[in-house]
């Protein structure tokens, strides 16, 4: 039975605001009703970053409410997150400044909602960060085109320690300095842990304060949940060390405010902090929210107000899914060949848990390598390790490891390395952390390397096989992991071997094929064969998990007296695999083709639940069922009850 | 007339190391030598890093001949430059110890001869560099294998000042501390100068003893000129720094062991370098190879030896192109468009000379952006002018900006930002730097970003009107710009106004349309039409130059009543063109699509010089003309004479 989760009006961020006179109180007040919604949003939303939104919420609550000059208005201080997984806690002070719906505390990572990530089409939000490493160079753009139009915006960036590990972080500290950047403070909010352990433990920053002081910026640090601190050092950051870009290096507890989610919590010895990310488990919601606001109360009590007055509701009832994920079928599997294969090595960037090397890195601890936040640097080094004799797996989530380290990838193709790219997290779902991580892009930005094969598998038993193949070829592999739990439709698909550029029917048919890779649109294009099967359309749905391979010989034979070919793609729609189908089609010069027509993301990702995220790119079931109906020519529907297409891989 | 230009044979580099016990003199000989060939070399070329090569000649010489432990073998010590760019001096010395063949002295940046940047083809060449600050990631992979493997080899990695700009250099740094890799030196060739002009000109590097010291490194500094500091200083890091990562500063001077190249030899208020890349003057040839003679005949003659006796060839014949560049032209249109928008600014990555930039840099200075050899604190920042309002044009060479800053490009897409991204030396020519330049990946790496559009003009009037697009479109435009000088055949074509996705028939003829875009692959096809017609086919030639948008109207136009329809790139052959205008072609649904059949490459691009590099991917105008005519109906072969194609723009 659902619980019922309580959150903080904005009225009564108003009543406090209003009712507390002292800084300090006040914006201790401030930050507790802050994180109170902050874990609502969360709670609500089934997902989020509370440790993070935490250890940042007295920084954040500081500027806002006493640093920042003018701020929301066009000529006024910026302050934004450049790690920007603490957005809901960002969101909880918006909306507690009544900068930001207040019906919006409910719509954490739903579509037309908050984003899980920073979007510009939120309100007070000038840059989509998420993506990590970018928001130094960002806010440096911004104050130069400023300086050009006459404005004296200062612009206050968040980072997370974590985040520092990034190489674009260290490209952009010389050039603020060129610039004299007085403009220009980092935040660094030190919590000492990333996604995954302890900074010490992935890649230690060492002196941070000396780094920055080296590349020639003002240092200052202080406890960043101490408002006096946080206060003096920003002063003296304006006195002493104007005209320059300065850091301010705030000490910080990951989960702070209360003690269920404080990492300060941890007992000796505990190597993973259980709330980076995902909602927390109820018994540890009501402990947390309990502490919360005993917190608030006492400090109302203090200034003579009445206690909160708290509104409540249910959450949306939401069951947690069994089903398997294809990542933690690929983290064994991948771990067990290793212990037959000493060539193998994982590389992982800070994802241990995500990309589900947790077995490896247990079974193989000397050939699990961390590398931090830091792509590039982990795809280069793979490249070092493959000239040295090793097969590397190398991995993270698609969204990063296909863009950030595209060059590195394309180098080690150039050396003809052997390398397994890992890249998990792939497609539009899950839709909740939004497009930063939404991986639509990945097959058109790798697809074109030499030598690289893009493989998605659609279920468990075709991880497996797509393991085998990644050790049998002599190519390297970009193995496209979608990480959502399985739906049944697909995780009791049989082992097919698996043949470069061949696909295999799933559900035969009429003489319509529709083919998909992957989990998500195979089981979509499942669903929706069903219903078309009510319009007289008995579809074909064929597997074809190669993304940039596609063998003639099959596509003829599979083309051949087809009416409609229809290829779906959890990816845009441009440079994938409909591309690369219809190029194979077309090239084959077949004296009457089928109609062909191919579907996919055709606009920036949407940030939402699963299944509303889908309906909004018209890839659900429904939404695949009508589009398809519309493109089978009339023919084809009348055609029905004919002898259906045979498997090709059966001849 | 050509100059007669000399070498020094493998036989005197032997009789010079025989015949000289002090070590330091053998090395200085040694060093002089490889500079006399390096000379050689490069002129011959007509291309190649004179000043790298030469501040770099003393440390790798030392390296070679006195540092390395067991080089050239399996388990011995490795040395190679992470910038890459001093390949023309590394070869020089490798021949001087017999460890290439000698012939090769005469096959810089030839096919199958020494690539313009390193790779791993050439033996002895353990890494692809050339792209920047790949180098100590890729050390550090091969040093965690080499652990694994039981092998205990040292690397020496040489690296650029300015390539520390490069943020993946500071990615690298941590975990090499983390590692505690001992087997690890960096050695900085600090010649203060980049590609553009003085490093601290650009983004000032401040103190790098300090920045390598924050990040746990042991740190040296020596003169790298001067063999007795580099022996103690690699004697110190062994000692005194053993089991650490360390980096030794080697203060050098670009175009160091003559006073014509010698950085110290510019005027006061120069700010251009003259020898970055390309061939001297042959006034500057005689001065340099005179200089280097004396040199080393001095050291001979201290050491009772005979002058050194040098071989003499003629160089290959050429003529200097005189023919326009699409890159000035751009340049010159975009200085001139600014004095009249102030929204435009223009950012540049160390590149403002072959990116057509001075004229920009001299009107508009406040508006240029010298961000230095770092692509993705550039394309963050641009994204930072766009939200504060400006218009951002973006320089780099294209195989840096489309890959490097992949993730970054795209993330400013996801704001809806409009920014052009200006991306030159694009495509396979000028063949001469290797694949590290050759951009023949850049349309699908960025093709899929929604909003983005793909636009490659062929010849001078083309990029005018490209410019005129770019400031009318709301989208934001990656401009693939070809830095080969224009042939005749399209640098006189007329100006067509552009419209997107649709092209125009640069050469009526029968049904038989060959698409293509830029002015390599339009001049090509332009001439196997002339070869095609004496086969009785009159090719008609379209210009496209769209490369991720196609007009479905506009298509429909051109390939109704077409018997073959062909596509030409000057790009990989997957994810570019072909694809695109296939996928359109076939959602046509036309009864009778023409056959299809795309050309592009289908393999790592070869270096070499231009047209024999060109011959070699079958995308020289013969190669073409042959490919063309086997694609080609037979029917419409015979359909010669008929009424053409009609241009569908002038309907």
């Given at each position: 039975m659902a619980e019922i989760l309580s959150w903080v009006p904005a009225s009564e961020f108003g009543r406090v605001l209003a009712g507390i006179v002292d800084r300090r109180d006040r914006c201790a007040a401030f930050a507790t009703l802050s994180r109170i919604n902050t874990l609502y949003m969360i709670m609500r939303a089934g997902s989020g970053h509370i440790g993070s939104?935490?250890?940042?919420?007295?920084?954040?609550?500081?500027?806002?409410?006493?640093?920042?000059?003018?701020?929301?208005?066009?000529?006024?201080?910026?302050?934004?997150?450049?790690?920007?997984?603490?957005?809901?806690?960002l969101y909880a002070a918006l909306i507690g400044l009544g900068r930001l719906d207040d019906d919006l505390v409910h719509r954490l990572r739903r579509l037309d909602g908050l984003p899980g990530h920073p979007d510009v089409g939120t309100p007070h939000t000038m840059f989509n960060t998420g993506s990590l490493g970018m928001g130094i160079s960002k806010a440096k753009g911004a104050i130069l085109a400023d300086r050009l139009l006459g404005r004296a915006r200062r612009f206050f960036v968040l980072t997370g320690d974590g985040e520092l590990q990034e190489g674009q972080n260290w490209e952009a500290l010389a050039g603020a300095v060129h610039h004299g950047m007085g403009e220009l403070t980092v935040i660094v909010d030190h919590n000492k842990l990333q996604s995954d352990t302890w900074v010490r433990d992935v890649s230690d920053l060492g002196d941070i304060e000396a780094k920055f002081g080296a590349f020639g910026w003002g240092v200052l640090r202080c406890d960043g949940h101490d408002f006096d601190q946080l206060e003096s050092a920003l002063r003296e950051r304006g006195q002493r060390l104007a005209g320059k870009p300065a850091v301010l290096v705030a000490d910080t507890v990951k989960g702070a405010g209360c003690a269920t989610f404080a990492a300060t919590s941890m007992p000796d010895g505990q190597r993973q902090y259980r709330f980076h990310s995902g909602a927390p488990a109820i018994e540890d919601y009501r402990g947390a929210h309990g502490e919360l606001c005993q917190a608030a109360n006492e400090l109302l009590r203090r200034h003579g107000l009445p206690a909160l007055a708290l509104r409540s509701a249910d959450p949306p009832a939401t069951t947690p899914s069994r089903a398997p994920r294809l990542t933690e079928v690929y983290g064994r599997e991948l771990s067990q060949r290793a212990g037959g294969d000493p060539r193998i090595v994982a590389l992982d960037a800070d994802l241990l848990v995500d990309t589900g090397l947790l077995p490896f890195a247990q079974r193989h601890p000397r050939r699990l390598f961390e590398c931090g936040i830091a792509e590039q640097d982990m795809v280069s080094m793979a490249g070092g390790?493959?000239?040295?004799?090793?097969?590397?797996?190398?991995?993270?989530?698609?969204?990063?490891?296909?863009?950030?380290?595209?060059?590195?990838?394309y180098n080690n193709a150039t050396e003809r390395r052997r390398i397994v790219y890992v890249g998990?997290?792939?497609?539009?779902?899950?839709?909740?952390?939004?497009?930063?991580?939404q991986a639509v892009r990945d097959v058109s930005a790798v697809g074109g390397i030499p030598g690289l094969t893009v493989l998605e598998p659609a279920g468990p038993a075709e991880v497996v096989a797509a393991l085998d193949y990644c050790l049998a070829t002599p190519d390297s592999v970009y193995l496209r992991l979608a990480s959502t739990p399985c739906p049944p439709e697909v995780a009791g698909l049989p082992a097919v071997p698996l043949?470069?550029?061949?696909?295999?029917?799933?559900?035969?048919?009429?003489?319509?094929?529709?083919?998909g890779a992957g989990p998500v649109v195979l089981t979509q294009l499942l669903r929706a064969a069903d219903r078309l099967a009510s319009a007289g359309v008995r579809l074909t749905v064929v597997d074809l998990p190669w993304l940039n391979r596609v063998d003639p010989d099959w596509l003829c034979q599979l083309a051949t007296g087809c009416t409609a070919l229809f290829v779906v793609e959890n990816h845009y729609t441009h440079g994938g695999q409909a591309d690369l189908v219809a190029r194979a089609l077309l090239e084959l010069g077949l004296a009457a083709?089928?109609?062909?027509?191919?579907?996919?993301?055709?606009?920036i990702p949407r940030c939402g639940a699963d299944l509303e995220v889908l309906a909004a790119h018209g890839l659900d079931a429904a939404s695949l069922a009508s589009t398809l109906l519309a493109h089978v020519p009339a023919t084809a529907v009348a055609a029905t009850g004919g002898p259906g297409v045979p498997d090709p891989r059966r001849n």
């Amino acid at each position: 039975m659902a619980e019922i989760l309580s959150w903080v009006p904005a009225s009564e961020f108003g009543r406090v605001l209003a009712g507390i006179v002292d800084r300090r109180d006040r914006c201790a007040a401030f930050a507790t009703l802050s994180r109170i919604n902050t874990l609502y949003m969360i709670m609500r939303a089934g997902s989020g970053h509370i440790g993070s939104s935490f250890s940042a919420a007295d920084i954040v609550t500081w500027l806002l409410l006493a640093e920042l000059r003018a701020p929301f208005t066009p000529d006024g201080d910026v302050y934004f997150s450049s790690k920007g997984h603490d957005a809901p806690g960002l969101y909880a002070a918006l909306i507690g400044l009544g900068r930001l719906d207040d019906d919006l505390v409910h719509r954490l990572r739903r579509l037309d909602g908050l984003p899980g990530h920073p979007d510009v089409g939120t309100p007070h939000t000038m840059f989509n960060t998420g993506s990590l490493g970018m928001g130094i160079s960002k806010a440096k753009g911004a104050i130069l085109a400023d300086r050009l139009l006459g404005r004296a915006r200062r612009f206050f960036v968040l980072t997370g320690d974590g985040e520092l590990q990034e190489g674009q972080n260290w490209e952009a500290l010389a050039g603020a300095v060129h610039h004299g950047m007085g403009e220009l403070t980092v935040i660094v909010d030190h919590n000492k842990l990333q996604s995954d352990t302890w900074v010490r433990d992935v890649s230690d920053l060492g002196d941070i304060e000396a780094k920055f002081g080296a590349f020639g910026w003002g240092v200052l640090r202080c406890d960043g949940h101490d408002f006096d601190q946080l206060e003096s050092a920003l002063r003296e950051r304006g006195q002493r060390l104007a005209g320059k870009p300065a850091v301010l290096v705030a000490d910080t507890v990951k989960g702070a405010g209360c003690a269920t989610f404080a990492a300060t919590s941890m007992p000796d010895g505990q190597r993973q902090y259980r709330f980076h990310s995902g909602a927390p488990a109820i018994e540890d919601y009501r402990g947390a929210h309990g502490e919360l606001c005993q917190a608030a109360n006492e400090l109302l009590r203090r200034h003579g107000l009445p206690a909160l007055a708290l509104r409540s509701a249910d959450p949306p009832a939401t069951t947690p899914s069994r089903a398997p994920r294809l990542t933690e079928v690929y983290g064994r599997e991948l771990s067990q060949r290793a212990g037959g294969d000493p060539r193998i090595v994982a590389l992982d960037a800070d994802l241990l848990v995500d990309t589900g090397l947790l077995p490896f890195a247990q079974r193989h601890p000397r050939r699990l390598f961390e590398c931090g936040i830091a792509e590039q640097d982990m795809v280069s080094m793979a490249g070092g390790m493959a000239a040295a004799g090793l097969l590397p797996f190398v991995h993270s989530f698609s969204c990063f490891l296909h863009s950030r380290s595209n060059e590195h990838m394309y180098n080690n193709a150039t050396e003809r390395r052997r390398i397994v790219y890992v890249g998990s997290l792939a497609g539009l779902l899950p839709a909740t952390p939004g497009h930063s991580h939404q991986a639509v892009r990945d097959v058109s930005a790798v697809g074109g390397i030499p030598g690289l094969t893009v493989l998605e598998p659609a279920g468990p038993a075709e991880v497996v096989a797509a393991l085998d193949y990644c050790l049998a070829t002599p190519d390297s592999v970009y193995l496209r992991l979608a990480s959502t739990p399985c739906p049944p439709e697909v995780a009791g698909l049989p082992a097919v071997p698996l043949v470069a550029g061949r696909g295999h029917v799933l559900r035969p048919g009429d003489p319509v094929v529709a083919i998909g890779a992957g989990p998500v649109v195979l089981t979509q294009l499942l669903r929706a064969a069903d219903r078309l099967a009510s319009a007289g359309v008995r579809l074909t749905v064929v597997d074809l998990p190669w993304l940039n391979r596609v063998d003639p010989d099959w596509l003829c034979q599979l083309a051949t007296g087809c009416t409609a070919l229809f290829v779906v793609e959890n990816h845009y729609t441009h440079g994938g695999q409909a591309d690369l189908v219809a190029r194979a089609l077309l090239e084959l010069g077949l004296a009457a083709p089928p109609r062909f027509h191919g579907i996919g993301l055709t606009g920036i990702p949407r940030c939402g639940a699963d299944l509303e995220v889908l309906a909004a790119h018209g890839l659900d079931a429904a939404s695949l069922a009508s589009t398809l109906l519309a493109h089978v020519p009339a023919t084809a529907v009348a055609a029905t009850g004919g002898p259906g297409v045979p498997d090709p891989r059966r001849n």
